[in-house]
């Protein structure tokens, strides 16, 4: 039982690992924590809502245990700063794999990866990112944007620069 | 404006859905291993600094506290004096004495020793069933708005397990990905509105049904992170929505194509190893045996055989005193389930009893004399249980029934026993046991485990020794040579790394039945309570 739900989860599970945990043995060990902990709560789980919703509501929870010894947020830029610099573009983006995009967050800076991936990916307010993180709510926003405007340079300067195409595996 | 520019949030979510990415193999290796740990949110040190904070362990000391006291107050209740009365119809000649003791030689044991066999049981390992939380098996898929509350039927919680995983791992090999036009297009079928706190801003209210998983982890901000079992979030119907409508102006299609996954195999061969755990230990119980010896009165038959005069006597009494005893014991043991457990094993049993009878009117001085100097027993005790042991050897030796038994009753028939004069008589039992009990653990999983254990003891009575003088052996036909007793009882263990572990356990053993055959005229009842300390290493 516990290794059918592992193989149906845990490659999912793994790329959120990976979304918040930038270096790979410790998105590993972020997983096997979320794994030990979802085996000894499963009994709690009242399919209140979807299973894998509540799987990845506990990685979540473990990626971001992980990430708050590291305080990755003190360094935080304000939004006005940042914003004259937003890229403007305006022509269709090459065809981008799953990877390639992983890796734009992945070199995202901590506090701004964690900020961006539970704003953009998972959904959640900036006042609830506050509360999650023990952060100012500017903080969380100026982060965001931040994280938001590091990544529309990347993929500009792309297909700008033309780096190396992208290949679909 | 690209899709990019109009709504980013929404292209990065749908990057990251539906893709997965295999671990590797030694992920699963270290779940396994971690699992197979006692859980670490047990771990109580035994002694140390806040130990007594714990609470689990205040009351797991509370409880093996309360238990000790009971153990050590059923002994005192039962240990000063069990007063046993000879039966009302005991004859005068009976309880009589011959001035000659040339009955039986107090210190020549009457038969020779025999071996006694000895079994064990074997443990008989039973298949363990666990329900899955999905059946690979199945091919048919539930919608996703199956898993909605609002339609989902009451069903077992394993089965529902099952059937959100196929319904994930029927989408995941979907093709495409639901938008947010498509949603939009069905407004009323899977869409679902999550409550959020007043203080909050709404979150984007219409979803698609690929978009329902985020929404339901939006739903979960406020759940403690440390407690998964209460995520608990209400949902329900949204009420539909008008259509969003693209803004007029040149449309910059982004192709988006999805990478080819290959199957996802299982990245790990089926694991043989088994959840049973095996384990052997090795107890040491120190107790109190107390044999419950009783004089009953078969004199009547043989006072009448003989002619002699019934009366009644005084009713003398036996009292027992259970002492000190010792039970050694190696066992082995099979966990067949979290909860339930099989052993069974060898021990040895050394039960120390002490019973005061009425003797002969010696005069006290003779009396400390005579036990020191190996004078031979006359008690009440002793002489029944001589009786005992010749009436069976009559019986299986034809050949002295004539003399031996007619000097028995000479013997008897000429001294009265006095009451007043009484002489404590030490004895030492011997068993051979074997035990086969079942556990239950309270505590699965923990470092700490309380277990309630059930079952039965085998007795293979080997010898008892009166007064370092008398000694009956199975072969003398008094004692039964094997009798069941019930064990019961409760165990704590503490489990100080994945092999070794201590347990400390209180038994309590009553036999069933008589000890001694129904043919003697001794009747013997012994229970065995006690703390057993043990050893475990498990496999």
């Not at chain 1, 499963?42 to 979540?60: G, H, M, N, Y």
């Amino acid at each position: 039982m516990q290794r059918q739900l592992y193989e149906r989860f845990a490659g999912r599970l793994f790329v959120v690992c990976k979304r918040y945990i930038k270096e790979p043995d410790e998105a590993e060990d972020v997983l096997q924590d979320a794994f030990v902990k979802i085996y000894r709560h499963i009994d709690s789980f009242r399919f209140e809502c979807p299973l894998e919703a509540w799987l990845k509501r506990i990685v979540i929870n473990t990626a971001l245990k992980h990430i708050r010894k590291e305080k990755p947020w003190d360094n935080t830029a304000d939004i006005q700063e940042l914003a004259p610099i937003l890229p403007q573009a305006d022509e269709s983006l090459p065809t981008l794999n799953y990877q390639y995009l992983l890796n734009l967050v992945q070199e995202l800076p901590p506090g701004c990866r964690t900020v961006f991936n539970l704003y953009a990916i998972e959904g959640y307010s900036h006042p609830e990112i506050a509360r999650m993180l023990d952060i100012a709510e500017g903080t969380s926003k100026s982060q965001y944007a931040r994280a938001r405007t590091m990544l529309q340079q990347k993929l500009v300067n792309e297909q700008r620069y033309g780096l190396p195409p992208i290949q679909n595996e | 404006m690209n899709e990019f520019d109009k709504n980013p949030d929404e292209f990065w979510r749908s990057v990251f859905d539906d893709v997965a990415e295999t671990p590797p193999p030694r992920v699963w290796d270290a779940i396994e291993r971690r699992l197979d740990e006692p859980d670490e949110a047990g771990i109580v040190p035994l002694w140390g600094a806040g130990f007594f904070a714990n609470r689990p362990v205040s009351w797991g000391m509370g409880v093996a506290a309360t238990m000790a006291l009971l153990l050590v107050g059923w002994w005192l209740s039962q240990s000063p004096e069990t007063r046993q009365p000879v039966a009302s119809q005991q004859t005068k000649p009976f309880v009589t004495k011959s001035p000659q003791p040339d009955a039986v030689a107090l210190n020549q044991p009457v038969h020779q020793e025999s071996s006694t066999a000895l079994s064990s049981a074997s443990n008989k390992q039973q298949q363990r069933n666990g329900a899955g939380y999905a059946d690979a098996s199945s091919t048919k898929a539930p919608t996703l708005s199956g898993r909605l509350p609002g339609s989902v039927a009451p069903a077992q919680p394993a089965e529902r397990l099952a059937q959100q995983a196929r319904s994930v791992s029927a989408r995941s090999g979907e093709a495409g990905r639901l938008s947010l036009e498509n949603a939009s297009k069905n407004p009323s079928g899977d869409q679902i509105v999550m409550d959020v706190p007043p203080t909050s801003p709404a979150p984007s209210a219409l979803l698609s049904s690929s978009a329902a998983k985020a929404l339901a982890a939006k739903s979960l901000v406020d759940v403690p992170e440390e407690a998964p079992d209460q995520l608990a979030f209400r949902m329900q119907t949204l009420n539909p929505r008008p259509m969003k409508l693209r803004s007029a102006g040149q449309i910059h299609r982004i192709v988006w194509v999805q990478p080819y996954e290959a199957p996802q195999k299982p990245a790990l061969a089926e694991s043989n190893r088994s959840s049973r755990e095996h384990w052997v230990s090795l107890n040491v119980m120190p107790g109190s045996f107390n044999p419950a010896v009783s004089v009953q009165a078969a004199q009547p038959a043989l006072a009448s055989a003989y002619g002699s005069n019934i009366t009644n006597s005084s009713q003398p009494t036996v009292k027992n005193r259970a002492e000190l005893s010792m039970s050694y014991q190696a066992n082995a043991g099979v966990q067949l389930n979290d909860h339930w457990s099989v052993e069974s094993g060898v021990g040895y049993l050394a039960g120390h009893a002490t019973i005061d009878s009425p003797s002969e009117p010696y005069p006290a001085s003779m009396l400390s004399f005579g036990k020191a100097s190996g004078m031979p027993l006359n008690t009440l005790y002793t002489d029944v249980l001589r009786q005992s042991v010749q009436r069976n050897t009559i019986v299986t030796a034809d050949n002295a029934i004539s003399t031996n038994w007619a000097s028995a009753s000479a013997y008897n028939s000429l001294y009265a026993y006095d009451p007043q004069t009484r002489q404590t008589l030490t004895n030492d039992y011997q068993f051979v046991q074997v035990p086969i009990q079942v556990g239950y653990q309270l505590r699965p999983r923990k470092r700490l485990g309380l277990a309630l254990l059930g079952g039965f003891l085998t007795n293979i009575f080997l010898r008892n020794m009166v007064e370092n003088q008398l000694v009956i052996k199975p072969e003398d036909g008094v004692y039964q040579p094997v009798t069941l007793a019930a064990a019961m009882g409760a165990r704590f263990q503490y489990r100080s790394s994945q092999r070794w572990s201590a347990s400390l356990a209180g038994m309590y053993q009553p036999t069933l039945g008589s000890a001694t055959k129904s043919s003697s005229s001794i009747q013997s009842r012994p229970t065995t309570t006690g703390m057993s300390f043990g050893v475990d290493y498990h496999f």
